[in-house]
């Protein structure tokens, strides 16, 4: 049997040999008429083979010139602000979208009512499960991220000489239990706001007496993007990148110095008339005796075709009634 095997091996391998002598024998004498691919001609086919099989949607969101970044407040181990930022570097577009901090994301393992909020992801998973989650939640890819606490928020703000801004409710709110102790005591109206204040307002939520934003923490986060896009304002100028420079030293990011150097050379003049801010489509639902904010999908794709600006996708489920009711009309 052993001998067997031995010939067979052998016959194999002969058969093998002769092919590949055969083939280079063929291509030798045949060079002329045999024209090999470039490899760049081999990549290219390679990703129009992949392209076949993406939606329009998927298409634009592969061939965009957007950099999408991931920006981070964070209220000691919890994140307190979560944005994502688009920015468009050909029209030169920008787009912030917010994620409340009780948006529900169930996580196996983690079955506390809590820690089923995206602001507990980052205390156990850290930045890149916290960018997972939004990635998935907005269907966005992220390419990269900023993240900044209470004290990079107070030396940016003062680097940038502080942020005119409309206060839009008296704060009246302290909290003896805090580490350290948070006393936020600011009138409504404009005001220039230095990095300490400018905390606070960000902070705010209500006030001791209860009242506060009429649409809690939705009213929150508006207030939140309308400072960001003041103290973008503010920083938007010739004197931007030495800004940079020195509040880089504060802020958590995957972005080298030279990379957000570069970035902000290109803002430099950037209209805020260009900024569009946005809140994910959702809606609240009360799980377990504890409210939380359902992200809608539909929703949040249709704000996808409007960003990539792709025409909406026909469903098979809308086709066929189309077609039904085409139809129906033709037998009438």
């Known amino acids: 049997m052993k001998h067997f095997f031995k010939i067979y091996l052998t016959t194999i391998l002969l058969f093998t040999f002769i092919g ?4 280079v024998g063929y291509l030798v004498l045949n060079r002329d008429a045999v024209i090999f691919p470039s490899f760049g001609e081999m990549v290219n086919a390679v990703k129009a083979s992949e392209d076949k099989n993406l939606s329009p949607l998927e298409k634009a969101i592969k061939n965009s010139s957007r950099i999408n970044i991931l920006l981070v407040g964070k209220e000691h181990v919890r994140t307190d602000t979560i944005m994502l930022l688009s920015y468009d570097k050909e029209q030169k577009k920008a787009n912030i979208l917010s994620i409340p901090r009780d948006t529900y994301y169930a996580r196996d393992g983690y079955e506390g ?24 939640i907005t ?3 992220i390419h990269k991220y900023i993240c900044v606490d209470y004290e990079a928020v107070v030396k940016i703000v003062d680097i940038i000489g502080g942020v005119e ?48 934003y009429p649409d809690g923490d939705l009213g929150r986060i508006k207030t939140q ?16 990148p030495s800004v940079i420079n020195e509040a880089f030293k504060y802020i958590d990011t995957n972005f080298t110095l030279t990379e957000i150097l570069s970035m902000a050379t290109n803002l430099i003049g950037f209209s805020m008339d260009n900024v569009e801010s946005d809140l994910i489509d959702n809606y609240t639902k009360t799980i377990d005796n504890l409210s939380y904010v359902i992200p809608n999908e539909a929703g949040i794709k249709q704000y996808l075709y409007t960003l990539y600006e792709v025409e909406e996708e026909q469903t098979l489920y809308d086709r066929s009634i189309e077609l039904e009711n085409s139809k129906t009309k033709g037998n009438e």
Do not use: C, W
Request: charge should be positive; charged fraction near 25%; glycine fraction near 6%.
């Open 113 to 136: 009512k809590q820690q089923k909020k995206i602001n507990a992801i980052y205390q156990s998973e850290g930045i890149e499960g916290l960018k997972l989650a939004v990635e998935k």
């Open 165 to 212: 801004f409309d206060v839009p409710m008296n704060m009246r709110y302290n909290d003896p239990h805090d580490n350290p102790p948070l006393e936020i005591n600011i009138s409504a109206g404009l005001q220039s706001l230095n990095g300490e204040t400018a905390l606070k307002l960000l902070r705010f939520r209500q006030n001791n007496d209860k009242t506060g």
């Open 225 to 240: 993007q309308a400072f960001m896009r003041a103290a973008a304002k503010k920083a938007l100028s010739p004197k931007l």
């Open 20 to 23: 590949i002598i055969t083939m």
């Open 139 to 141: 269907m966005i890819p």
